[in-house]
């Protein structure tokens, strides 16, 4: 029983890991995006005239820390579901799973 114990604590660590590692992006992305806003609201006041320049410029690399937060997100998603593959199947009454014919 103290091996499926340490187990389970490993899955569990893996699942803080990844939940902290995609908000330590999540929240990243989101810093360099309010950066990015903040110099082009910065530059649109000091030169209105340039307003629409500014806007355009901006819109590549928002969509570029966009997608850096978006790959995070998936990457989580695929360490999530790839920890899902070591946690056993729940068996009823204490009796172990068959076994099947392939292993």
Do not use: D
Not at 42 to 49: D, H, L, S, V, Y
Not at 70 to 88: D, F, Y
């Amino acid at each position: 029983m103290e091996g499926r114990s340490k187990t389970m604590w490993h899955l569990a660590l893996g699942y803080v890991g990844t939940g902290i590692g995609v908000g330590l992006v999540v929240i990243g992305a989101a810093f360099g995006i309010a950066r990015l806003a903040s110099a082009a609201l910065e530059g649109a006041a000091r030169q209105p005239e340039a307003a629409g320049s500014l806007q355009t410029m901006m819109i590549i690399p928002a969509a570029m820390i966009e997608g850096l937060g978006l790959l995070a997100v998936v990457a989580v998603l695929l360490g999530i579901l790839a920890l899902n593959g070591g946690v056993p199947p729940a068996t009823s009454a204490g009796n172990p799973p068959a076994a099947s014919a392939g292993h």
